[in-house]
């Protein structure tokens, strides 16, 4: 990726006959807490070493211009006239982040841009977030606005929600804005404080198997979900009228409002609330230095994911049996809102290249797919690079 800046910086002078700004925004993975975030509870989420680059310059006018390296597309506008989701799908992160700058009254001149990613699209590492916060940097360095990184993420997650039509939470932004290198961040996604907490993987690697499938159930099922977990606080709280979200849930109150939720709520509670209470274990298994302990609670929420909560599949659950019955695989789970996508794991290096080819051979002979591999490294949230 080095070279590929290097060329992309030669490029960009040619184009425009000025030096770039280069601004760096990673994608994120998320250790723990899954479908936590919308009971208001806890993730743990940390920025990656695939990131996407964005070169930037003044342009002297009005006039904008946008270049995706990657697609081989560009487009043109206006920096002063009234924005409006596009056709081009990718163009429409970029004049998101635009609007809600100038929604919050601040002033932009024209700029010329060209970007690239190693990010793997669709992979469940939230290029899109990165895409947003990464120009947002851009924008806020070149203009000197001054934009703390957690109103970044803030405003990344609103133009997702308006330009692009994606009702995200606002773990991925808040991943690629806040990471910090060797750290994973415990974000409250009710009052967004956070804490962060050594991330020393020692003697293991973080690897990400990708399914190579995506399910079409994932949106529908989604909604299902959220609407499930809100009929289980209802009645939680005939038991506990302070009980707003399951994240003030505990399980004796659980419990105890059985009998009035039909099983399936019941279950779905079920690992909501366990789901919190594993992400508080991982953080301080991780403060004590204890890697194995953390590779069986992942194992835990898999389970939970597939069993209780029900938006694993088939290829996700085989990658999962797969990988543990490998001699140096000490934990994974599927990873993201389910129904394909990746499972991320922890394996010990000096076993890692044997997993991966026991684990992709296994996987293609179980259901003739050719799972990705990435294998990844915590890095530092977004900013400048020298």
Known sequence: MVQKREDIKDRFVEAFGSEPEIFRAP?????????????????????????????????????????????????????????APVDQGWVNYFLGVIDQLQMAGHQLEGFNLMFTSDIPMGSGLSS???????????????????????????????????????????????????????????????????EYYPADFKAYDLVLFDSNVKHNLADSQYNIRRAQCEE???????????????????????????????????????????????????????QAGEIEKVGQIMLETHHGLSKDYEVSCKELDTLIEIATNCEGHIGGRMMGGGFGG?????????????????????????????????????????????
Not at 144 to 152: F, R, V
Not at 158 to 186: L, N, P, T, W, Y
């Open 27 to 83: 994608g994120r993975i998320n250790i723990i807490g899954e479908h936590t975030d919308y009971n208001d509870g806890f993730v743990l989420p940390a920025a990656i070493d695939l990131a996407v680059y964005v070169f930037i310059q003044k342009s002297g006018s009005d006039q904008s211009k946008l270049i995706s390296i990657d697609l081989d597309e560009s487009y043109f506008f206006n920096i002063k006239e009234a924005l």
């Open 128 to 194: 899109s977030a990165a895409l947003e916060c990464g120009f947002g940097q851009a924008l806020i360095d070149l203009f000197d606005l001054n934009i703390p990184k957690m109103d970044l993420a803030k405003m990344g997650q609103a133009a997702e929600h308006k330009f692009a039509g994606v009702k995200c939470g606002i773990m991925d932004q808040f991943a690629s804005c806040m990471g910090k290198d060797g750290h994973v961040v415990r974000l409250d996604c009710r009052s967004l404080e956070f």
């Open 342 to 386: 990746c499972t991320i794991n922890l394996i010990r290096k000096d076993k890692v290249d044997k997993v991966i080819s026991q684990v992709v051979d296994g996987y293609k002979k179980a259901l003739g797919i050719d799972a990705k591999v990435y294998r990844v490294a915590i890095a530092d949230g977004v900013g400048r690079l020298k």
């Open 232 to 286: 289980g606080v209802k009645a939680l709280q005939s038991v506990n009228p302070d009980i707003t979200s399951l994240r003030e849930a505990n399980l004796e109150d659980l419990a105890e409002a059985q009998a009035s939720m039909e099983e399936v709520v019941y279950r779905r509670c079920k690992y909501a609330i366990e789901e919190n209470i594993r992400v508080q274990a991982v953080c301080e298994a991780l």
